[in-house]
């Protein structure tokens, strides 16, 4: 299993950015890909998950209408389109792989997408960082 996350630079506050999450070694459909990020001193936090099976997505209230998950299965790839970027964006991304979960609004049924600990495998990160 591999995860492979790419696409982060600086951008200006209210500036959009696209990361991509590149995966071999398992079939999407039976998991669920989360992203994740980690500012300076502070814990690990979920950002967004889609579900491999139905393509439900989940974010989290800080990111929720600015943030939007898609997938490429024709290309192993998994993508987070980030959008009016703030400085408290600014963290190191990562894409990680969890059991197969469902999502529908705020409610999920199997992992909490939030939760660090709800992932098994984990790529690279990728900085992200939000300033003028």
Do not use: H
């Not at 991304?93 to 609004?105: I, K, P």
């Not at 939760?115 to 790529?123: E, K, L, Q």
């Amino acid at each position: 299993v591999q995860l492979q996350a790419s696409g982060g630079g600086l951008v200006q506050p209210g500036g959009s950015l696209r990361l991509s999450c590149k995966y071999s070694g398992f079939e999407l459909n039976s998991y669920a890909i989360g992203w994740l990020r980690q500012a300076p001193g502070k814990a690990r936090e979920g950002v967004s998950s889609i579900s491999g099976n139905d393509g439900s997505s989940y974010y989290a209230e800080s990111v929720k209408g600015r943030f939007t998950m898609s997938r490429d299965d024709a290309e192993n790839t998994v993508y987070l389109q980030m959008s009016s970027l703030k400085p408290e964006d600014t963290a190191v991304y990562y894409c990680a792989l969890s059991a197969l979960t469902y999502y529908s609004g705020s409610y999920y049924l199997g992992r909490d997408p939030l939760t660090a600990t709800s992932y098994d495998n984990w790529g690279r990160g990728t900085l992200v960082t939000v300033s003028s």
